[in-house]
């Protein structure tokens, strides 16, 4: 690890004024993936932030009947929630398929969101990659690269995002509420936050530099029932092939895209009457495998396929 | 950094680089080497310690963002002499070979326990239920935890023994 | 020594008079290991704070460091030293041996400018903590000049040898025996590189008292580590103290030192304080020794009734440019079903990949992963039960040598195995049971691996407290070694395993084999009798030659020994107080054991069967290991609990084989692209679900003079190919490229229109 400085927050307005004027600040919360990477120095921050201890952990209701997870609310504490478990179902099960429980002990909602790709040319500093060293290429491109996104990709990075827990919110419709460098509260669509890597995958989402996440907002749940699925190599505590988030009508897609994918045309041809199959071949018309990522394109027609069924069999 | 832990019920109190990490921390400046260093990156569990009562990984985990908090090593959990009910399952279970992971594997067992007293879920919960104790919930919650001496199935053995024991 | 050279006579282990053999104890060094106590090398405290050492990897496969500049990692904050092939002490060549009986030749770090795989350690950083020496590390700045990298093993299996000094081995005319066999099977099976992954990554401290070099290090093997390290620092034998009480796992990959254990001592010596050096998880994969990839071609021949006519497995496999290991996947079969017409072989290519070498079952974990598989094919040709299959084609004798088994419970393993498992419940046709989304199925292979008994000495003493102690330059890698060693000792000597005391792990003691090939126990433990019946007659003499004890006069070959007394008939004493009175100091004395000279006329293997249930989910292809049974034949069990430990750690081996172990070679880079635990994927609690391992009663009284043998490769020999040959009952789908992944899978699932 590069050297830094580390603070402790008192809070949020601290932590985006020290964020705004010390140069090369990261917030860290759980610090389970900025850690892993600080290690490797692939993350090279000069100064820590700490902010898990801000007041900023509650989960609590919102005046239209949904749920304010704070940022700093460990991932556990979300997937045990009561009010999760009964409303947001497919939030506790994205949640509980990802990382291992002492992981989702210490990793933080907003810390979640923003992990980066687990894309083994990213994780090498031998290896060129765009998201990590600018302008440097793309290993995975020509390389092994099973496990590379399907939808939205460009030549300069097919990496994925590995987060379980942001495809459940995707297809919940969340928002998010930051701070931003000038103190100021803000809220956006979660599907407003990740980037497609285009030319500048190193950019990975639309928060202003030194912005803070402070909650998630659950909407009301949506009618009908929910379910979360991803396929993995081992049983537990291993990364996806990939996942299917579904709530009611709506359905996202993980470890597919750059970002949580949110499978508008399927969704579309869902409401239209399309039967799920033909709902997400929809979908999958839009896809571009590599090769030996082929693979993922009978696999999320087959899973989604299987979910979407399972969900509205449930509803019904 | 000055940095106060309470570690194993005994306030510790270390000037400390902001990158020592908690585990580094109790194995080379408290020379409480129970907690393994197997990965350093949070992918095998052989570092699990308990902060606050909870378990994580203390490879990812920075000893400055831990002053003021409470761990316990696997050797707050139990001596030789005085085995806990946990460690004494897992040596009549041979729960253990090379014994690498064990520390980690026994402190995770502790911090699964209480997760399951207190109704947390695991993938294996049937929605909306309660989680019940049986072999499938075990071997999700302990799947944090890599033993490559593979000796999964007397873990799920001793930790089906100790949870009576300590009832 | 006579008295256990004739191997058949009753001896204290076989006459297990307080019946201490065999018995499920706890581990000796359990409730060490348990409660986080024990120091494995790395956690060893040196006598003065120590540096910390951090190694760093070349970042190409082949060519040579044109340039290096490490003025920025000399300049960084607690630095001590930087060294790289420019600037490493002098060390003596590669392979030279200053002392002619060495077991091990010099192996210097850094020996020059030539990078022969990714990964290879090029430069270390030593810093006053751990924090800064990890900083530094990513300042050094090598410039290379890279070569194209020779490491695609698949597209150079043409250009594949015979290894070196062998041969391939026919017997009859195989090619004429199988062109005239009814039913024939030709298939291929590909393995893919696979990493030990011990929980312990390689590591060492080292310091010097004077000219002495006391190093802790993580090892298999004692005495090739402290020769080895002698030559490398160009210094006598005995002024190297290496130590290694406790490992973490070894599994073939610790047999050998690597450079952490010669850096820490160059640094320590140079430096003048003690240093401690690791590998990081992610050098571990390159950096240490790997199985390799196995490409193999099972071509059998069959009657009608199943008796097998012509049979062959050959396999491909690679090394290390300048190795020479070769991954022997075919040699297991030579001794495993009779066939009149025989060709066994194999092919090695060498690449720039790092250095091949033995992984748990080295040749029968990767070779039942083929033949096991095509055995389940060819019985569902034949129409026959895959179990009947292998009973048909069981040999009388050693279908290769013509041999005696000196012992073959295959078909009672295989028939046990059968009806514990509810084998008559498998439905022969695939596809047929569904379980929700789930297809099921059962599979099952057999088991085989060979014994060897290896030349070991022991030490015993005991005290006036009547306490044994055992000593022995052996190692206990997870295998049971300590507990084992108390045993024999207790029951030798006739006293409770409390008053047992058992040292390991250190050259200065007695030398054995040390922990591989599933030598340990036996050869160890040969030596430990002899030491315990040598101890015996001493005492026995010490008690019949002394006029103050009430055996004095007797005949010492009719003395007893039992719960810590010394007899003859009614007249007895306790150990201890013999042993103060007449031997107030102790008495130590030695023992060692070598293989018979008739060993080699017997063929003597180990066996086992395996029986496994699978889930397929016929929507992604994922796989869940349901249920798993093996029933081994291992001669008599030292202990077991933890030999049942071993057998079923193996079997689980062998579920990671078959789901999901595998590191994948970029041939444009020559490096390993999965090279951590989060991309390498060992089987986690969550993959396994009921299993068990069941030993038959065995002696074999041709293994060695207790009439063990060996567990620890034995469970990982088929287990893989139980779960494959369960996958396809499950759903009908072969997948004969390891490992059997989701999307392998899917693909054939969607091709058979699941």
């Known amino acids: 690890m590069k050297a830094f400085t580390y603070e402790r927050a008192s809070d949020a307005k601290a932590a985006v004024r020290a964020a705004a004027e010390t140069p090369g600040a990261r917030f860290i919360a759980g610090g389970t993936n900025l850690l892993d990477l600080m290690k490797l120095e692939i993350e090279q921050p000069q100064h820590l932030i700490d902010v898990s201890r801000l007041p900023m952990a509650g989960i609590e209701e919102t005046a239209t009947g949904g749920l304010r997870l704070g940022a700093a609310a460990t991932n556990s504490a979300v997937s045990a929630d009561e009010r999760v478990r009964a409303r947001y179902p497919v939030l506790s099960e994205a949640i509980l398929a990802g990382g291992s429980p002492q992981l989702r002990n210490k990793a933080s909602v907003a810390g979640n969101l923003l992990q980066r790709t687990r894309c083994a040319y990213f994780y090498d500093t031998s290896k060129p990659c765009n998201k990590r060293q600018s302008g440097s290429g793309c290993g995975a491109l020509e390389g092994l690269n099973r496990n590379a996104a399907i939808f939205g990709a460009s030549d300069a990075c097919i990496a994925t995002h590995t987060s379980d827990m942001a495809v459940a919110l995707t297809a919940l419709c969340a928002d998010i509420e930051t701070l931003t460098p000038s103190g100021d509260a803000r809220r956006f669509p979660l599907a407003d936050l990740h980037r497609l890597p285009g030319e500048t995958p190193h950019i990975e989402t639309h928060l202003i530099a030194g912005e803070l996440i402070t909650a998630v907002v659950l909407p009301p749940p949506p009618p009908g029932a929910q379910a979360y699925r991803k396929v993995r190599d081992r049983a537990s505590y291993a990364g996806g092939l990939a996942s299917v988030a579904v709530a009611g009508g709506q359905v996202a897609l993980g470890m597919v895209a750059h970002k949580p994918w949110r499978a508008e045309a399927a969704e579309a041809a869902l409401s239209s009457g399309a039967s799920a199959s033909e709902a997400i071949a929809q979908e999958l018309a839009g896809a571009s495998p590599l090769g030996r990522n082929d693979f993922k394109i009978p696999l999320v027609a087959r899973l989604a396929t299987a979910v979407i069924t399972d969900v509205a069999g449930r509803a019904a | 950094m000055r940095t106060t832990i309470t570690v194993n019920g005994e306030a510790r109190s270390l000037d400390l680089d902001p990158r020592t990490t908690l585990l580094d921390t109790l194995r080379e400046h408290l020379k409480l080497t129970g907690a393994k260093k197997g990965c350093d990156h949070g992918q095998c569990g052989a570092c699990t310690v308990l902060v606050n009562g909870v378990r994580i990984n203390s490879c990812l985990s920075l000893a400055v963002a831990h002053d003021g908090d409470e761990v316990v090593s696997i050797e707050g959990v139990g001596t030789v002499e005085t085995l806990h009910p946990v460690q004494q399952a897992f040596l009549t279970h041979d729960a253990f070979q090379c014994g690498y992971c064990t520390p980690g594997q026994i402190c995770s067992t502790l911090g699964m326990l209480d997760e399951l007293a207190a109704g947390w879920p695991s993938q294996e919960t049937a929605p909306g239920a309660a989680p019940v104790f049986n072999d499938a919930e075990i071997r999700e919650r302990m799947s944090g935890n890599i033993c490559r001496c593979s000796a999964y199935p007397q873990i799920v053995a001793a930790i089906k023994d100790a949870r009576e024991a300590m009832a | 020594m006579s008295s256990v050279n004739d191997w058949a006579a009753p001896n204290p282990v076989t006459t297990n008079r307080s019946g201490i053999i065999g018995k499920p104890v706890d581990r000796y060094e359990g409730p060490l290991k348990v409660t986080g106590t024990a120091p494995y090398a790395y956690e060893v405290q040196p006598p003065s704070p120590p540096a910390y050492g951090v190694m760093v990897g070349a970042s190409i496969a082949v060519g040579r460091i044109a340039a290096v500049d490490t003025a920025e990692a000399e300049a960084a904050p607690g630095v001590l030293t930087v060294w790289t092939h420019l600037n490493v002490p002098a060390q003596p060549a590669r392979g030279t041996k200053a002392h002619p009986r060495s077991t091990q030749g010099s192996k210097p770090a850094f020996e020059s400018d030539r990078v022969t795989y990714w990964g290879q350690p090029v430069a270390l950083v030593v810093a006053d903590t751990l924090e800064n020496a990890v900083a530094a590390s990513h300042l050094v700045r090598l410039t290379y000049e890279a070569e194209t990298p020779d490491v695609d093993f698949r597209a150079r299996l043409a250009d594949a040898g015979q ?592």
Not at chain 3, 310 to 317: E, P
Request: proline residues 5%; aromatic residues 6%.
């Open chain 3, 163 to 754: 290894p070196l000094g062998e041969q391939d081995m026919e017997v009859g005319d195989f090619d004429g025996g199988f062109a005239a066999s009814a039913v024939k099977l030709d298939e291929t099976w590909v393995t893919p590189i696979q990493n030990h992954c011990q929980m312990e990554p390689c590591a060492s401290v080292v310091w010097w008292e004077g000219d002495k070099c006391v190093a802790h290090t993580s090892i298999q093997m004692v005495k090739p580590a402290q020769h080895g390290l002698a030559e490398t620092l160009g210094i006598d034998r005995d002024a190297v103290h290496l130590l290694t009480r406790y490992i973490g796992g070894g599994f073939g990959g610790k047999g050998q030192t690597y450079d952490d254990l010669t850096l820490a001592a160059l640094a320590a010596r140079a430096l003048g304080r003690p240093v401690k050096v690791a590998f990081t998880r992610q050098q571990m994969m390159h950096g240490t020794i790997h199985r390799p990839a196995t490409v193999m071609r099972v071509r059998l021949g069959a009657e009608k009734d199943g008796r097998l006519n012509a049979f062959s497995i050959m396999t491909w496999t690679h090394c290390h440019k300048e190795g020479s290991f070769t991954e022997h996947a075919s040699n297991f079969a030579r001794a495993l079903y009779a066939a009149p017409n025989r060709l066994t072989g194999h092919r090695l290519i060498k690449l720039d990949l790092p250095h091949a070498g033995p992984m748990r079952a080295p040749g029968e974990a990767s070779g039942t992963m083929s033949l096991e598989c095509a055995m389940d094919e060819l019985a569902e040709q034949l129409g026959l039960d895959p179990v009947e299959l292998r009973i048909r084609n069981e040999p009388p004798v050693d279908p290769e040598n013509g041999r005696p088994f000196s012992q073959r419970q295959l078909v009672r393993c295989l028939k046990e195995g059968a009806q514990l498992f509810g084998w008559d419940r498998r439905l022969p046709t695939p596809g047929l049971v569904r379980d929700g989304r789930w297809l099921v199925g059962m599979g099952m292979a057999a088991a085989i691996r060979g014994n060897f008994l290896l030349p070991a000495k022991c030490s015993f003493s005991v005290d006036a407290d009547g306490v044994i102690t055992v000593r022995q330059g052996m190692t206990d890698i997870g295998t049971g070694t300590y507990t084992v060693l108390a045993q024999i000792a207790a029951e030798t000597l006739g006293v409770t395993l409390g008053e047992v005391r058992v040292e390991i792990g250190d050259s200065e003691l007695p030398p054995a084999p040390g922990s591989g090939g599933q030598f340990g126990a036996a050869s160890a433990g040969s030596a430990a009798l002899a030491a315990g019946m040598n101890l015996r007659r001493a005492i026995a003499e010490l008690a019949t030659g002394d006029p103050n004890s009430p055996l004095y006069g007797d005949d010492p070959t009719l003395v007893t020994f039992q719960d810590g007394v010394v007899a003859i008939e009614n007249k007895s004493e306790t150990l201890a107080t013999l042993i103060r009175r007449a031997a107030p100091a102790g008495l130590t004395i030695e023992g060692d054991s070598r293989p018979a000279a008739d060993m080699r006329e017997w063929s003597t293997q180990t066996y086992g069967s395996h029986y496994c249930e699978v889930g397929v989910d016929t929507v992604t292809g994922e796989v869940r290991v349901r249920r798993m049974l093996g029933v081994f034949a291992a001669g008599r069990i030292l202990n077991y609990k933890t030999a049942r430990s071993q057998l079923t750690g193996g079997m689980i081996w062998g579920v990671g084989s078959a789901l999901t172990e595998g590191n994948v070679v970029d041939p444009r880079y020559g490096s390993l692209i999965n090279q951590d635990l989060a991309q390498y994927l060992v089987p986690v609690q969550a993959d396994i679900g009921e299993l068990d391992a069941i030993m038959l009663d065995e002696v074999d009284d041709k293994a060695n003079p207790m009439g063990v043998k060996g567990v620890g490769e034995l469970g990982n020999s088929g287990a893989g190919a139980a779960v494959a040959n369960a996958i396809y009952n499950a759903c009908g789908v072969r997948v004969r490229d390891y490992p059997i992944t989701p999307d392998k899978l899917l693909a054939g699932l969607i091709a058979k229109g699941l």
